[in-house]
């Protein structure tokens, strides 16, 4: 079956598609319909562009292994949908299914679980919930700090209408002899009201559409990089913006125009036409005033809450990506292996892997190689309960991994005590472990773990692993956990475990250099090829991706608000300063020196800079305990992230304002006294 953009991409729309052949990996399939354009299926994220029916699964992966996967009964790797009958509520049907459940549940049991894992088995749930939206990983990991970043750009529109408000504010008070005139000539206060509003929401208008385009261009920017850090296919998912939210924020933008354009029009209308004709702008007094300096305060405080969480947001990225996880994180490949067509028929996995690390490891350029059965930095943890062999205890959750010769060298996970694994270590051999540091410290008094034994709780095959080495400890799958307790077995005795494996090589050479070597060495052997190869740093950023795109997101947010707080200063000082011209003439005329009138401007600055900060600190810790469970290494009260973002908004607020009082220090008292 294929998608409509698949069909339309490689068919051009043709009708006769239906009977004709597409091979896939040199198999051929017969094309039996096409599907109507945008449907993906389960999937909210990704269109399927080229759907099979599930027996052919077992075509690519080989036989007698793939067989077998698919015919176990109790694996529950697969989801069921279905469409509700009119009338037919999801509660209705969740009910009728959970009624259903405990035979369907029994007749997976399979029959060589111990009688522990049958109660275990027996105590699983049936999960009924609503397709309508289609299964989303993106909605699974980004809902969260999406919600953030909405709250983010709440506070930076609130941080533009106070700009807009102070400098319309600024506006009307340079043109209170203009409005007096008006007033003069008849215009009532409605008309100077609807006029100044109108100003306001003009502004508003402008910026709603310059944000349309930039929106455009940041939208599939932004969802470009995050679909193609996550899936290796085409990504179908669309958020670029629609006539809907156009039609929210063309609102919003009417709504803020009006909000905070009132504060101008309430200036307009208590000026005094008379007062205002007859001494002009000489009596103006002191900028905008109390409003104004009050909407800069306000400015600062808001400034400074986004800031805060800009700065730790990216302080935790900065905390993970320094993160040691107890693995090399340079120098080292991560080779992704998939099964050509039938590659694992008939195939004996400890050899073919012995001979393919022993052939990478003389491709010049390769240090060392081993196997791993995960990859590092996996969102997916593989944990197993652990316990000491003839324990009741409840166990540890550890987590697991499988390896084979040569994985502790090339990943740079130090032995510690004991040795590590031979190929001799077959399912010839007696079951052994290796494990970490901390497990064998958790389990053994005095971490004294060598030929210890193990159960892996849940697992028949698992039993009796005798502890045959302690290596140094690591976070295989999550670096924002603590190096947790882990298990290493050998894939060699489990050799079902061995394909669609994991290839790790230590090479000082880039991916591109190493690529074709790789590929010939792999495929010469004809069982697998290459699906991608990777730098481990890379499998380390994509896992922290959710913290990344936050840490962008709120950094550009902030650096706005940071902005937009530096144009309100220097909008403000510049019209106190252009408004005080005739005082500051008296007082140089008096005596005063040109830095003491530089002084008292930035002196005023430094007065509603440390007022906002002074407002702006409370808020800003009250709200940095919403994000404290997304952060890293950093409380919600970091003082370096404190000191940092209350040192950037003085610094900016200081420079903003030193333009209009450079400008004061250089006023001319003989101009001044005659400015009119």
């Excluded at 010049?364 to 791993?372: A, I, K, L, N």
Aim: proline share 4%; net charge positive.
């Amino acid at each position: 079956m294929l998608s409509y953009g698949f069909w339309q991409s490689h068919y051009g729309g043709a009708r006769d598609v239906i009977g004709k052949t597409l091979k896939i990996e040199g198999i051929p399939f017969t094309i039996i319909g096409v599907t109507h354009k945008g449907f993906r299926g389960m999937s909210a994220d990704v269109e399927m562009e080229v759907t099979l029916p599930l027996p052919a699964k077992q075509l690519f992966g080989g036989e007698p292994n793939m067989q077998k996967y698919l015919r176990r009964r109790g694996a529950r790797w697969l989801q069921a949908a279905g469409r509700l009958k009119p009338g037919v509520t999801l509660e209705q049907a969740r009910v009728q299914l959970d009624s259903l459940w405990p035979e369907i549940r029994q007749e997976m049991v399979p029959p060589d679980k111990t009688f522990a894992d049958l109660g275990r088995f027996r105590d699983l749930q049936l999960k009924v919930e609503s397709g309508a939206r289609g299964a989303s990983l993106l909605r699974n990991r980004f809902s969260k700090p999406l919600y953030i970043v909405l709250a983010i750009s709440g506070l930076v529109l609130l941080v533009a209408c106070v700009n807009l408000a102070n400098l319309m504010l600024a506006r009307a008070a340079s043109r209170s002899r203009e409005m007096a005139v008006r007033v003069a000539l008849g215009a009532g206060r409605a008309r100077i009201v609807r006029q100044t509003l109108t100003e306001s929401v003009m502004l508003s208008v402008a910026g709603t559409l310059a944000g349309w385009v930039f929106a455009h261009w940041a939208s599939h920017a932004i969802s470009d990089f995050i679909l193609g850090q996550i899936y290796t296919v085409p990504a179908a998912l669309n958020l670029s913006p629609d006539w809907q939210i156009l039609g929210l924020t063309a609102a919003m933008a009417i709504l803020t125009g009006v909000l905070f354009g009132l504060a101008p029009a309430w200036r307009a209308t208590r000026e005094d036409p008379n007062a205002a004709l007859q001494h002009g702008s000489r009596t103006l007094g002191r900028g905008a005033g109390r409003l104004g300096g009050g909407l800069i305060i306000t400015q600062v405080a808001l400034s400074l809450v986004l800031l805060m969480g800009s700065g730790l947001f990216a302080r935790t990225l900065k905390k993970l990506h320094d993160a040691n996880p107890g693995f090399r994180t340079h120098s080292l490949l991560d080779v992704s292996l998939v099964p050509k067509p039938n590659g694992y028929k008939n195939l004996d996995p400890v050899n073919y892997y012995r001979q393919l690390t022993d052939r990478i490891a003389e491709v010049p350029g390769v240090e060392s190689s081993g196997m791993m059965r995960a990859r590092f930095g996996n969102v997916l943890e593989w944990t197993e309960r652990i316990r000491i062999t003839g324990s009741d205890a409840e166990g540890l959750v550890a987590d697991f991994e499988m390896a084979t010769p040569g994985f502790f060298e090339t990943a740079g996970i130090a032995l510690l005590q004991g040795r590590k694994f031979e190929w001799q270590d077959d399912d010839h051999a007696p079951s052994v472990a290796i494990v970490s540091q901390d497990f064998a410290e958790k389990f053994f008094l005095k971490g004294d773990a060598i030929g210890q034994h193990l159960d892996v709780m849940n697992a028949r095959n698992w039993q009796n692993l005798q502890i045959i080495g302690v290596v140094s400890n690591a976070s295989l799958y999550d670096i924002r956990k603590a190096q947790a307790p882990t298990v290493y077995l050998p894939s060699m005795q489990y050799r079902d475990y061995m394909g669609w494996s994991q290839l790790l090589l230590q090479t000082s050479l880039s991916p591109a250099v190493m690529t074709g070597a790789l590929r010939q060495t792999v495929e010469s052997l004809g069982h697998e090829y290459i699906s991608s190869i990777k730098t481990i740093r890379q499998n380390i950023d994509r896992s922290i991706l959710q913290e990344r795109v936050t840490a962008m997101l709120s950094a550009f947010f902030g650096a706005l608000a940071l902005l937009l707080a530096a144009i309100g200063v220097y909008g403000l000082m510049a019209y106190a300063v252009t408004q005080r011209t005739r005082e500051i003439g008296i007082r140089m005329t008096l005596g005063a020196k040109r830095l003491g009138v530089l002084k008292m401007v930035l002196r005023e600055t430094v007065v509603l800079m440390s007022a906002g900060v002074g407002i702006g600190l409370p808020c800003a810790f009250a709200a940095t305990r919403l994000i404290g469970h997304m952060l890293y290494g950093v409380s919600p009260n970091d003082p370096v992230t404190v000191a940092c973002v209350v040192g950037a908004l003085f610094a900016v607020g200081v420079l903003a304002a030193y333009l209009p009082a450079r400008r004061a220090m250089r006023v001319d008292p003989m101009v001044a006294l005659r400015y009119d």
